[in-house]
């Protein structure tokens, strides 16, 4: 098992920044593909950005390419994502999620491939 608590979440402008951490508890942190996803009222949760085991690979959806950063450390047990010149189209609530791999490069970017889920951090920006 393991337990994933986000933090970091809040109210900024648009064009602000803000940085949301993922505090995971349990097995081997390291052995856990990692990602993010958010939801909005009245919409699907959807995809934001994944990172693999090693912290070498990660990917993104296109509407965050260039202002988002996904990252980890895994001495820490933390996976970080890094949103800067934010819009209020990215107000919602952000979820961490885990998925535990034997390859260390793999991203995980399908919702129901994930195994553990945070309880999530709401983001919301002003215009």
């Known amino acids: 098992q393991v337990q994933l608590v986000e933090s970091g979440g809040g109210l900024v402008q648009a064009g602000g920044s803000l940085r949301l951490s993922c505090a995971a508890s349990g097995h081997t942190f390291s052995r856990y593909a990692m990602g993010w996803f958010r939801q909005a009222p009245g919409k699907e949760r959807e995809f934001v950005a994944a990172?693999?085991?090693?912290?070498?690979?990660?990917y993104y959806t296109d509407s965050v390419k260039g202002r988002f950063t996904i990252s980890r450390d895994n001495a820490k047990n933390t996976v970080y994502l890094q949103m800067n010149s934010l819009k209020p189209e990215d107000t919602a609530v952000y979820y961490c999620a885990a998925r535990k791999t034997k390859n260390t490069i793999v991203v995980v970017t399908t919702l129901y491939e994930y195994d553990y889920w945070g309880q999530g951090t709401q983001v919301t920006v002003s215009s």
């Open positions: 990172i693999s085991w090693s912290g070498g690979s990660t």
